[in-house]
């Protein structure tokens, strides 16, 4: 984290002290001292021994104090596809993708797994490296999988989850298209009551309130960390007319969207 604050050839659009989004997976661990993270609008206080793990498509924001030392771990969706095991990858989503918190867990228990990691990050290109980087991020985390498990309730079954998992994808995925949670059941080939069943066992939401949640967030997020207009937003996310759009968002946030950008801008 000291490289990183200390660089001076940061592009400039890019000022890690507010608000901007990602496109790969974060660990931003605390070794000495503690913080304040922002991510997606919550602040998430981390303090020595704990990290944080911060997903793809969500904003995050840096502490300016820099009252804390730590690293970085930097990973990408198609890594731990190509590389990390399949159960490992489904407990990752279940657990930082459907709740994405920003919740301080400790990593204390899993020191050795860490500083494996980082001796591998610092080593030579070999053939076997990125399997042996594998090996040990899915051990450090499985371990804040299961320490993140213990702070939640007891999950569900098998098959509510994997219907969960489709409904989300499909919501990240046609959210500009539709808002309907009966259209969502009907590409599932389920009925909008099991799909209403299945979304409060997960996440004790019905499912037209998670797809409201997810473009509430999503409209937030183009607020803060895009330069777009609120005209091109509205398109973005599939509103035919800016109107239908403040609106929507007015109706959710008791803000329009100027207002709440201007917040933060």
């Known amino acids: 984290m000291e490289e990183l604050f200390a660089r001076e050839n940061l592009p400039s659009d890019h000022d890690p002290y507010t608000y901007h ?10 070794e000495k001292g503690n913080c304040v993270h922002r991510i997606d609008f919550q602040t998430c206080p981390l303090k020595e021994g704990e990290c944080v793990l911060i997903t793809p498509n969500q904003i995050h924001a840096f502490d300016p104090s820099h ?9 990408t969706p198609s890594f731990l596809q190509k590389h ?15 709740q994405p918190s920003g919740t301080a867990l400790s990593y204390s228990p899993h020191l050795k797994q ?17 399997q042996q980087i594998a090996g040990y991020l899915s051990l450090f985390l499985l371990g804040l999988i299961q320490k993140k498990g213990e702070l939640e309730r007891p999950l569900q079954d098998n098959r509510s989850k994997e219907h969960f998992d489709t409904f989300r994808r499909l919501v990240s995925t046609h959210f500009p298209q539709s808002r309907d949670a009966s259209w969502y059941a009907g ?38 960390a895009h330069a777009q207009s609120i005209k091109e937003i509205s398109f973005t996310l599939g509103f035919e007319e800016p109107t239908n759009f403040i609106k929507y968002f007015k109706k959710r946030v008791n803000l329009t969207p100027t207002e709440f950008r201007s917040e933060y801008i």
């Not at 990390?84 to 459907?98: A, Q």
């Open 114 to 130: 860490f500083e494996a990691l980082y001796i591998l990050f610092s080593s030579k290109e070999n053939e076997f490296l990125p």
């Open 84 to 98: 990390v095991g399949s159960s490992t990858r489904d407990l990752l989503r279940l657990h930082f993708d459907y």
């Open 187 to 224: 590409q599932m080939s389920i009925s909008y009551k099991y799909l209403n069943q299945v979304c409060k066992e997960t996440i004790k939401l019905t499912a037209k309130a998670y797809i409201d949640r997810f473009i509430i967030l999503e409209a937030k997020r183009y607020l803060v």
């Open 67 to 75: 009252s804390f030392q730590g690293k970085l771990i930097v990973f």
């Open 21 to 30: 989004r990602l496109n790969f997976y974060v660990l931003l661990v605390i």
